[in-house]
């Protein structure tokens, strides 16, 4: 089905171990977003990309890394997973100009 | 930098009541205004965009207006459901060239049968 996939759903890791996770979206859409929900918080971007191969931070970029060599994907890493990173995270993706985002389902990450 | 506040932050309406979600922004230069619904558990769900162009948008048992001088979006739903139970949730788009959604901590709203 056409759409956005976010893997896994939910993931518990320790701190310190590197992380990885997966969005891909079927409509080739230009923009993909990263997102963190946490209590208090609301939504808060973390890195953003126009398009393959073109990356940019958003407002808590530190502590992640992203790629985006191929238009449908858009993984997110922890390279160092910490306590403060446990949120939920979701990915989100539009075309361009003034064209609504649409979001995946979320991983819920909780790193003990 | 761009703030968005929903306010209230909770509400509770027994069903069949129409009722206004509210959401305002501090900086006028939008290009456009989004409402989300956003289930436990699950992600958001686009519900109407409205361009800074536009005065409202229609969905249904849906509208959503926009006051860009005054920098304030309301959503109208009609003969609430408890179906419709769920955050609402509206972001703003800045102009300036970024892509970036500015999102307010939204509103949970419980429609009791």
């Known amino acids: 089905d056409a759409g956005i996939t976010q893997s896994p759903r939910y993931k518990i890791t320790e701190t310190g171990r590197q992380v990885t996770l997966m969005c891909h979206q079927t409509w080739s859409h230009s923009y993909m977003f990263w997102y963190r929900q946490d209590l208090g918080h609301g939504l808060r971007l973390i890195y953003y990309s126009a398009a393959a191969d073109i990356t940019d931070k958003g407002e808590v970029p530190d502590g992640y890394v992203v790629s985006r060599s191929k238009t449908e994907n858009f993984p997110l890493t922890l390279e160092s997973a910490t306590r403060s990173q446990t949120s939920v995270y979701f990915c989100?993706?539009?075309?361009?100009?003034?064209?609504?985002?649409?979001f995946g389902d979320g991983t819920r990450l909780s790193i003990l | 930098k761009q703030e968005v506040t929903q306010i209230p932050a909770a509400l509770s309406v027994p069903e069949g009541e129409n009722l206004v979600l509210n959401c305002s922004f501090t900086?006028?230069?939008?290009?456009?205004l989004q409402w989300f619904r956003q289930d436990p558990g699950k992600g958001l769900t686009s519900l109407l965009l409205i361009q800074s162009s536009q005065r409202e948008q229609t969905s249904g048992r849906l509208n959503a207006s926009l006051d860009k001088s005054s920098g304030r979006s309301t959503l109208y739903i009609a003969a609430s459901q408890p179906g419709d139970s769920a955050t609402y949730l509206c972001?703003?788009?800045?102009?300036?060239?970024?892509?970036?959604?500015?999102f307010g901590k939204g509103t949970k709203l419980t429609v009791n049968p």
């Open positions: 900086d006028s230069a939008i290009y456009n």
């Open positions: 989100a993706s539009k075309e361009t100009g003034g064209q609504p985002q649409h």
């Open positions: 972001a703003v788009l800045t102009q300036g060239g970024s892509e970036k959604l500015v």
